[in-house]
């Protein structure tokens, strides 16, 4: 059984960066799609970016702040926030997939999310 587990969230003045992580475990998610996610409150879940080899994609929204990577020797993917702004303010979720996809409900597997909140 595959479990995601996200790390890095927090608090950051608006113009700031953060590193998010997320450890699997349980599988290799090597040649996977996976993907972060982001849910403010009262709204939906909302694509950031997402990543299987050779192509990531980015939402229109974080593109040029916001860099998706993975470490597959660790199993790791992460997210470099830079330019952070109070809207990117959200529980951030990691998720794991057969398909890159932009739509959350393409995810098989999700971590329980860190909360990043940004100050203005």
């Known amino acids: 059984q595959l479990q995601l587990v996200e790390s890095g969230g927090g608090v950051v003045v608006a113009g700031g960066s953060l590193r998010l992580s997320c450890a699997a475990s349980?599988?290799?998610?090597?040649?996977?799609?996976m993907g972060w996610f982001r849910q403010a409150p009262g709204k939906e879940r909302e694509f950031v970016a997402t990543s299987k080899w050779p192509r990531e994609d980015y939402a229109d929204s974080v593109k040029g702040r916001f860099t998706i990577s993975r470490d597959s020797a660790l199993n790791m993917l992460y997210l470099q926030m830079n330019d952070l702004k109070p809207e990117d303010t959200a529980i951030y979720y990691c998720?794991?997939?057969?398909?890159?996809?932009?739509?959350?409900?393409?995810?098989?597997?999700w971590g329980q999310g860190t909360q990043v909140t940004v100050s203005s």
């Open positions: 349980g599988s290799t998610v090597s040649w996977s799609a």
């Open positions: 998720a794991y997939g057969s398909a890159r996809s932009r739509d959350y409900r393409s995810y098989d597997y």
